[in-house]
């Protein structure tokens, strides 16, 4: 990756940040902080890493996304609306009746989502069927899940994962969003989950642990998993900051799922816009 390349992935993180927060704020309901944490890795994967084509959604080469903690559909839409998929103008319906983007995504309804999601837990299964289908048809598509550091207290995690392994998926990819915080507080506290990485190593994953937040991390960690072809399914554990980018919501769980008030609105536009991430 080039210099320039990281910069422009960085500000496509502002700008999911950005519109994912217009989002949830014009529909008053939605979930910041774990989009903030996830923005990173999703500009990664929709601006450089995933094949996709925006005029054909279903296109059946297409690498495949499974937004495993689909309460953070806000980051996925702002990706889908800057990629083309969505109008923009879709940025002012999140959450209203009959609209494309539902409180959580919805396959039959939004194009470029794969699979419906929210009920936590779910995710993995789904892209280890999608692997699974990918290699027994002889595709060459990529299959990557994003899951949460609490989702992964769910024991279907742990079956999908097993099956991975057992299947040999090496062109599925996964990434956890270790922000330390779930619904009401600490992971630590509610449901200690210990050694992500660990725990993935031993169910058969090639795993690294990396900064979420890190352009050139992410980058290097997913291109450097893309070449080991050796029947290992990957993992890529991502340290991260639930909130990131906006001083009031950065490691405060109550942001988990709220929305800001006209004044808190602007003032993280302002900070958004300020950093580079
Ligand atoms: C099966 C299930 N149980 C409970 C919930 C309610 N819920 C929504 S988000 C959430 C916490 C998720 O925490 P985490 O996976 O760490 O996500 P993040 O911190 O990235 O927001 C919970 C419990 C749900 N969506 N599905
Ligand atoms: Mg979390």
Same mark, same amino acid.
């Given at each position: 990756?080039?210099?320039?390349?990281?910069?422009?992935? =960085?500000?496509?993180?502002?700008?999911? !940040?950005?519109?994912?927060?217009?989002?949830?704020?014009?529909?008053?309901?939605?979930?910041?902080?774990?989009?903030?944490?996830?923005?990173?890795?999703?500009?990664?994967?929709?601006?450089?890493?995933?094949?996709?084509?925006? =005029?054909?959604?279903?296109?059946?080469?297409?690498?495949?996304?499974?937004?495993?903690?689909?309460?953070?559909?806000?980051?996925?839409?702002?990706?889908?609306?800057?990629?083309?998929?969505? /109008?923009?103008?879709?940025?002012?319906?999140? !959450?209203?009746?009959?609209?494309?983007?539902?409180?959580? /995504?919805?396959?039959?309804?939004?194009?470029?989502?794969?699979?419906?999601?929210?009920?936590?837990?779910?995710?993995?299964?789904?892209?280890?069927?999608?692997?699974?289908?990918?290699?027994?048809?002889?595709?060459?598509?990529?299959?990557?899940?994003?899951?949460?550091?609490?989702?992964?207290?769910?024991?279907?995690?742990?079956?999908?994962?097993?099956?991975?392994?057992?299947?040999?998926?090496? @062109?599925?990819?996964?990434?956890?969003?270790?922000?330390?915080?779930?619904?009401?507080?600490?992971?630590?506290?509610?449901?200690?989950?210990?050694?992500?990485?660990?725990?993935?190593?031993?169910?058969?994953?090639?795993?690294?642990?990396?900064?979420?937040?890190?352009?050139?991390?992410?980058?290097?960690?997913?291109?450097?998993?893309?070449?080991?072809?050796?029947?290992?399914?990957?993992?890529?554990?991502?340290?991260?900051?639930?909130?990131?980018?906006?001083?009031?919501? =950065?490691?405060?769980?109550?942001?988990?799922?709220?929305?800001?008030?006209?004044?808190?609105?602007?003032?993280?536009? @302002?900070?958004?816009?300020?950093?580079?991430?």
């Amino acid at each position: 990756m080039t210099k320039e390349q990281i910069l422009y992935l =960085e500000e496509r993180a502002k700008e999911i !940040r950005k519109t994912a927060l217009t989002m949830i704020y014009q529909a008053q309901s939605g979930h910041p902080g774990g989009s903030f944490s996830a923005a990173d890795v999703i500009a990664a994967l929709y601006f450089h890493f995933l094949k996709l084509d925006p =005029e054909q959604p279903k296109w059946e080469d297409r690498d495949r996304f499974v937004l495993s903690k689909g309460h953070v559909c806000p980051a996925l839409y702002a990706a889908l609306i800057l990629r083309g998929f969505l /109008p923009a103008d879709a940025v002012n319906t999140l !959450r209203r009746q009959g609209s494309l983007l539902q409180g959580h /995504p919805d396959m039959k309804r939004c194009p470029g989502i794969d699979i419906s999601t929210g009920s936590l837990g779910q995710g993995l299964s789904c892209a280890v069927g999608m692997a699974i289908a990918g290699k027994n048809d002889g595709k060459n598509f990529r299959t990557y899940a994003l899951l949460g550091d609490g989702e992964c207290n769910e024991g279907q995690i742990w079956e999908a994962a097993q099956a991975a392994n057992k299947y040999q998926l090496d @062109r599925l990819m996964v990434f956890v969003d270790h922000n330390g915080l779930q619904n009401d507080g600490s992971t630590e506290e509610i449901m200690p989950s210990g050694d992500l990485a660990a725990k993935f190593r031993a169910f058969g994953f090639q795993t690294v642990e990396i900064d979420g937040h890190s352009m050139k991390e992410i980058t290097g960690a997913v291109s450097f998993l893309q070449t080991q072809e050796n029947g290992m399914p990957k993992c890529v554990v991502c340290r991260t900051v639930k909130g990131k980018g906006v001083s009031f919501m =950065e490691n405060v769980a109550a942001w988990h799922g709220m929305a800001p008030n006209e004044e808190q609105y602007r003032q993280a536009m @302002r900070e958004l816009e300020g950093g580079a991430a």
